[in-house]
């Protein structure tokens, strides 16, 4: 989603909150879950979850791995959640010619550093850069080349574009800020 007028641009940066790591949470939490459950069914005797007689499952080694398992992926849920409830990665660009100032801001995790801001004056912007490598996994990210400061991404690297998407977003941002395009 943007917002552009004569002299100012601005993009608004989705970040954890995407239906793909909702479902992925939920999935990983109950999954988990259920391998813990059947873990501790195991070792106490009881069927806490009907679908698995626990007599079928040994405590040593099944229901220890199991339990292992679910434990781990409890974790790594959490860690999913947090994500998702901290918003990790959403923020904005905002390019104002009028200013001559380009803003970056990203919401990172909770600390020191929770916020992430980024400011260049336009005339150190040196040319937007197209990086594509294409595969199973294809990945096609935009940057900002800045004089002496390296490159800066303005697109997800988990932002699924296609190559036309991305030239346009590319072509429309270097005409936006007069600057040439590079493509790696």
Same mark, same amino acid.
């Given at each position: 989603m943007s917002w552009r007028s004569e002299h100012i641009w601005i993009e608004?940066?989705?970040?954890s909150r995407?239906?793909?790591?909702?479902?992925?949470?939920?999935?990983?939490?109950f999954g988990s879950l259920g391998f813990l459950l059947v873990g501790?069914?195991?070792?106490?005797?009881?069927n806490l979850i009907s679908l698995f007689p626990s007599q079928q499952i040994f405590f040593f080694p099944?229901?220890?791995?199991?339990?292992?398992?679910?434990?781990?992926?409890?974790?790594?849920?959490?860690?999913?959640w947090c994500t998702i409830s901290w918003n990790v990665g959403s923020g904005y660009d &905002? !390019?104002?010619? #009028? +200013?001559?100032?380009?803003?970056?801001?990203?919401?990172?995790f909770p600390g020191k550093? @929770? $916020?992430?801001?980024? &400011? !260049?004056?336009? #005339? +150190?912007?040196?040319?937007i850069r197209i990086?594509?490598?294409?595969?199973?996994?294809? @990945? $096609?990210?935009?940057?900002?080349?800045?004089?002496?400061?390296?490159?800066?991404?303005l697109t997800r690297t988990d932002e699924n574009l296609t190559p036309r998407e991305i030239e346009q977003k590319a072509a429309e941002l270097a005409y936006f800020l007069r600057v040439p395009i590079e493509v790696f």
């Open positions: 608004l940066i989705a970040g995407k239906t793909s790591n909702f479902c992925w949470a939920f999935i990983l939490f501790i069914s195991s070792y106490l005797g009881r099944q229901g220890i791995v199991m339990s292992f398992y679910g434990i781990a992926g409890l974790f790594i849920s959490s860690y999913l &905002r !390019f104002d010619r #009028k +200013e001559g100032i380009v803003r970056i801001f990203r919401w990172g550093n @929770r $916020r992430i801001f980024l &400011r !260049f004056l336009m #005339k +150190e912007i040196q040319s990086e594509v490598k294409e595969g199973i996994y294809a @990945r $096609r990210v935009l940057y900002m080349e800045i004089k002496g400061r390296g490159s800066v991404p």
